[in-house]
């Protein structure tokens, strides 16, 4: 560091942050927002969303020192936290599609879900719908993303998007129910 409080570059680097007080001061008023959002689509894994926020935020820094964003902002830095949380719940479909050949999925479309409703309660079900669906259901509903725009983000067709939707759905419910037991 400098004597004017600017992070100094690697050799033969340009600098590209702020001052360091100013990239700090980001950082902290951004953290709330980024972790609560990771928070609530991790179906309440605390873990899970501080990893997820903590990569987020090495990713904003590395991008920023690569030249690849000229300003570091809210919104941009939540876009970062959503590619981190889509490749996290990637990499643990593709780990559960390796122990799993099938899944069997009753499907219980008229299932009673006119009881209580808990946070509490709608994080554990949500924790426990197979990570793949997890991350659909997250995305179109909590996010309202278009059907069509999560099967791009998860790399499926629409066909095949809105049946992790279906079998997201009955998992959840299934799950949810089984609280009120």
Same mark, same amino acid.
């Given at each position: 560091?400098?004597?004017?409080?600017?992070?100094?570059?690697?050799?033969?680097?340009?600098?590209? /942050?702020?001052?360091?007080? +100013?990239?700090?001061? /980001? /950082?902290?008023?951004?953290?709330?927002?980024?972790?609560?959002?990771?928070?609530?689509?991790?179906?309440? +894994?605390?873990?899970?969303?501080?990893?997820?926020?903590?990569?987020?935020?090495?990713?904003?820094?590395?991008?920023?020192?690569?030249?690849?964003?000229?300003?570091?902002?809210?919104?941009?830095?939540?876009?970062?936290?959503?590619?981190?949380?889509? @490749?996290?719940?990637?990499?643990?479909?593709?780990?559960?599609?390796?122990?799993?050949?099938?899944?069997?999925?009753?499907? +219980?479309?008229?299932? +009673?879900?006119?009881?209580?409703?808990?946070?509490?309660?709608?994080?554990?079900?949500?924790?426990?719908?197979?990570?793949?669906?997890?991350?659909?259901?997250?995305?179109?509903?909590? @996010?309202?993303?278009?059907?069509?725009?999560?099967?791009?983000?998860?790399?499926?067709?629409?066909?095949?998007?809105?049946?992790?939707?279906?079998?997201?759905?009955?998992?959840?419910?299934?799950?949810?129910?089984?609280?009120?037991?």
């Amino acid at each position: 560091m400098n004597d004017g409080g600017a992070l100094v570059a690697s050799e033969g680097e340009s600098e590209r /942050f702020p001052v360091e007080g +100013d990239l700090r001061a /980001f /950082f902290e008023s951004s953290l709330r927002e980024v972790y609560t959002y990771l928070y609530h689509r991790c179906g309440g +894994d605390r873990a899970l969303a501080e990893d997820l926020t903590q990569e987020a935020f090495l990713g904003a820094v590395r991008h920023y020192r690569e030249g690849r964003v000229e300003h570091l902002t809210t919104g941009w830095l939540m876009s970062v936290a959503k590619s981190r949380l889509i @490749d996290h719940y990637r990499h643990v479909a593709r780990e559960e599609r390796t122990l799993k050949l099938a899944w069997a999925v009753p499907d +219980d479309e008229a299932a +009673d879900i006119n009881s209580a409703w808990s946070q509490e309660r709608t994080l554990r079900a949500l924790e426990a719908v197979p990570a793949a669906q997890r991350a659909a259901l997250a995305l179109h509903y909590l @996010d309202r993303v278009p059907v069509e725009r999560v099967a791009l983000e998860l790399g499926k067709s629409v066909h095949a998007t809105e049946s992790l939707l279906a079998r997201g759905r009955s998992n959840f419910r299934r799950h949810y129910l089984e609280e009120q037991a």
